[in-house]
Structure formats: structure tokens, C-alpha cells
């Protein structure tokens, strides 16, 4: 292994009275941004003057048939290669370092007659003119603020003077990598199920603003629970991303859903399409209604039929629906059978008055589902969950965190677009397998010494 020295040269003022902090601060915050990229610049280069001469020989001593750790691109030889010079304009790569300007050596094959850069067909670099690490830096910043605020963020820490379009172009890519090529008929690729087989399955979709429709289209998310974790109070649920949506109907979630093992209990917000799936999927799996979304529904439901019938005014809808509420969480509190907590829904659903029609379906639909979470062996099944979950609260925080990202005041997103977003997104979130093993190649430890050395104190 061989060294590069390099020597630094800081013109340093003398300390005064009114020398300030600040002022070697900033040096020590530009040195960062200026220094990395310009060593690494000066590495590489002479790194590059040694490989060049170890396969072509000495610059005015040629020799041939040396041995190469490199092949050529061309007809794959591993050996008598011949300078070609170099060339006049450096080559830019942008890193997570920040700029960085090589000027390269080329070498021709003297089988096939091809001429490349040896430097950048060693490190992975033909055809780049952006890293691997800038890449999934950028998209993981895009995931969390707009690509324009990304970029200056990033330019801000590390000096790579990126921009919005790159940061774009970066969450793209980023998410190509992550879901595959596209299928049969361009459909396009999905991230896979992180878990095989989850205990708890939890479907839910949000409205999102992309698209040409104007009320925006659909995404629609399944994630999979497998335990929880952390100290009393604090628990932690170990999420894992099923599948992802964007623009299409749930025929298409139940695709990416179909290979996995039936899970112990579904738990869904009472849409008919979703409740749908489920059946489909897995006639044989208990289902439970979000009690969470249940009073919400209740509202709406109520206010639907106020449209008809004026006499039922907001407070009293709320009122109702807070009852209702309290009505399920009475059964959890006082350890109530399946069929003690039926009895008390039925006598709630008895006080409604018989003209609220919308009111009463609702209620006649969700009661199948309503109290799954009583059954005493289902309850044995996911006790280490802590118990059957009661609503889909975990899969609605990352709706917010979706949401946060997306619902940007007057934009509008592609379906493409958001796709790429919301995969890259969903599988930082949750550590999908796919995202951690992108991370973990583009993101190796340093493994190279360096040493920082004072010659001289004058």
C-alpha cells in the first residue's frame, strides 16, 4: 500500500485582543467543504499515475504485456494495455464529498483497438457523473423536504453543490433500484413484501393530489406487524411495508398481498372495497374495524342523513358519536365476552331514531367486525403484540408522515412522480430490506488511514 502526502497550508493572523472565534470558526466550516473534495481530487490522481504505469510501463519506457487488475471493456483482455494520453478538461463527478475534478488517463487495448479511462472503469464510474452515495443522500433528503430545499441543505453540509433537479433525478433513481425493472405491459416494479408473514395485517388508503383528475387519486398502503418493543409506556411497534399503491385500485394491492402467509388478524378502516380484499385474500382470517375510524364514520354518517332530515343538528352527531365511542372502549375496560359487548352495541344502535337510514347501515355493517378483538383465543394468538390491535393507528402515523411530504400548497404530483416518493419514503421509514441494504453498500465505513501531521511551527 502506498501514501499520498499532501501539505496544508493555513495562513494564520496573528491572535489580538479583538481576535474573535467566529472568524477560525468559519475557517474550520469552509476547510470542511473545500478540504475533502480537494484531497481526494489529489489522491485519486496520483493513485492514477501509478496504475497507468503498472500496466503500460514508464511514460517513455514502454512495456509491453504487463498484467492489468482491470479488463478491457471491449474484448475482456486483462493485459497489454498502451498509453493514450490524457485528456484536456477534467472530468466532474459530483459526490458526496462535494465536486470533484479528476483529470484522466486513457489506455487502448492493443487487442481490440479500445480506448477508456482504466480509473473509472475500476471504480464503477463509466457513465456517472454522480455517486452511488450523493444519489441515495439526495432522495433520502427528498423524502423529507422539497428536492429545491434538499439540495441547498446538502450543499449547505457538505459542499456539493446539488441541485433541485438532481435531487429529482436522485429519488428517481433511487426508487428504480429499489422496486426492480417494470413488469409485463409497463406496469411498474414493486418494492415486495418485507415480511413473509406478519401476525397483524393493517390496510388503509389516503387521497393524494396527483394525477389529471381533479379531487387527485389514490394511494393505498398495507403494512404488516410482527411484535413490539421498548420500555412500558413506550412501545414500539416492528412495522414491516407489504405493498404500495399509487393510482390504482385495490385489485392491484392484492396482487403484491396474494403470496403472503394468512396472518392471525386484518385489521381495516370499514371500506367496502378494502373489506373486500380482505375476504378475498384470506377468507378464513378474523377482521377487525378500526375504533378509531368507527365513531368518525358514525359522524359522517349522521350528517349524511341530516341532509334529508334536518332535525338532527352537528352537536347532537357529535354527541352521539362520542357515546359510541366510549361505548367501545367500555367493553375493553370492564373485560366484556363478544357476545355481553353485541348485546350493549345493539342497545346503543336501538336509541338511534329509525329515519337516519345511513346511520343505521353503517352500523349494521360494521358490527360483524366491530368486537373481533374480544375473542379470547385470538387474544392467546397475539399476546405478544400485547393483544389484537383496535384500530390502524400505527399504519396512520405514516399516513401523516406521507401527508406532511406530499400535501404541498398548490403542487400537483405525477403518478410516476409520486410513486417513486412515497416507495422511497415508505422504505426508509420502516427499514424496508431492500432500502438497508442499499444504504448499508453506499455507506461503507472508512477503511483507509490518514493522519494529520505539523512539520513546522513557524
Not at 411484535?227 to 411495508?241: D, E, I, Q, V
Not at 359510541?324 to 370492564?334: A, K, N, P, S, T
Not at 329509525?354 to 353503517?362: F, Q, R
Not at 419514503?425 to 505539523?454: D, M, V
Request: a positive charge.
Amino acid at each position: 500500500m502506498s501514501a499520498t502526502t499532501l501539505a496544508l497550508t493555513i495562513e494564520m493572523p496573528l491572535l489580538e485582543a479583538l481576535s474573535s472565534w467566529n472568524v477560525f470558526e468559519s475557517l474550520a466550516v469552509q476547510m470542511a467543504k473545500d478540504l475533502p473534495r480537494q484531497a481526494l481530487a489529489e489522491a485519486l490522481d496520483e493513485a492514477q499515475e501509478r496504475l497507468i504505469d503498472s500496466v503500460c510501463g514508464p511514460r517513455w519506457a514502454p512495456v509491453r504485456g504487463l498484467p492489468a487488475p482491470f479488463a478491457c471493456p471491449g474484448c475482456k483482455a486483462r493485459g497489454d494495455f498502451a498509453r493514450k494520453g490524457k485528456r484536456t478538461r477534467p472530468r466532474v463527478l459530483h459526490t458526496a464529498a462535494g465536486k470533484v475534478e479528476i483529470v484522466l488517463w486513457h489506455v487502448g487495448c492493443r487487442g481490440c483497438k479500445k480506448v477508456f479511462a482504466p480509473l473509472l472503469l475500476m471504480l464503477g464510474l463509466a457513465g456517472k457523473r454522480r455517486t452511488d452515495r450523493l444519489t441515495v443522500d439526495l432522495a433520502e433528503l427528498g423524502t423529507q423536504m422539497s428536492f429545491a430545499r434538499a439540495a441547498r441543505i446538502d450543499a449547505q453540509l457538505a459542499g456539493t453543490g446539488a441541485t433541485a433537479g438532481q435531487a429529482h433525478n436522485a429519488l428517481a433513481d433511487v426508487a428504480a433500484i429499489l422496486t426492480g425493472p417494470e413488469g409485463p405491459d409497463r406496469a411498474p416494479g414493486t418494492l415486495g413484501a418485507a415480511h413473509p408473514s406478519p401476525d397483524v395485517v393493517l390496510l388503509d388508503g389516503t387521497g393524494v393530489r396527483a394525477g389529471d383528475r381533479k379531487n387527485g387519486c389514490g394511494a393505498y398502503l398495507a403494512i404488516g406487524l410482527t411484535g413490539r418493543s421498548g420500555p412500558a409506556g413506550r412501545r414500539r411497534a416492528r412495522s414491516h411495508l407489504l405493498g404500495l399503491t399509487v393510482g390504482e385500485d385495490w385489485s392491484m394491492l392484492g396482487a403484491q398481498l396474494e403470496h403472503l402467509k394468512a396472518p392471525k388478524l386484518v385489521v381495516l378502516d370499514g371500506e367496502v372495497s378494502i373489506t373486500t380484499l380482505a375476504e378475498r385474500l384470506w377468507p378464513q382470517v378474523p377482521i377487525q374495524r378500526c375504533w378509531w375510524h368507527l365513531p368518525h364514520g358514525l359522524r359522517k354518517a349522521f350528517y349524511a342523513d341530516d341532509a334529508n332530515n334536518r332535525h338532527v343538528n352537528p352537536r347532537w352527531a357529535r354527541d352521539k358519536a362520542k357515546a359510541f365511542g366510549e361505548l367501545l372502549r367500555e367493553q375493553i375496560r370492564h373485560e366484556r365476552t363478544q357476545d355481553e359487548a353485541l348485546v350493549a352495541y345493539d342497545e346503543f344502535v336501538a336509541k338511534i331514531p329509525a329515519t337516519l337510514l345511513s346511520a343505521h347501515a353503517y352500523l349494521a355493517g360494521a358490527r360483524p367486525h366491530t368486537f373481533t378483538c374480544l375473542d379470547p383465543k385470538l387474544r392467546r394468538q397475539l399476546a405478544h403484540l400485547g393483544g389484537p390491535e383496535l384500530g390502524t393507528g400505527v399504519l396512520e402515523r405514516l399516513m401523516r408522515e406521507l401527508n406532511a411530504r406530499t400535501d404541498i400548497g398548490g403542487s400537483r404530483w405525477s403518478i410516476n412522480g409520486l410513486r417513486d416518493l412515497l416507495t422511497v419514503q415508505t422504505a426508509r421509514l420502516l427499514g424496508h430490506p431492500a432500502w438497508t441494504e442499499l444504504h448499508r453498500s453506499t455507506h461503507q465505513p472508512n477503511k483507509i488511514e490518514f493522519r494529520l501531521q505539523k512539520f513546522n511551527a513557524a
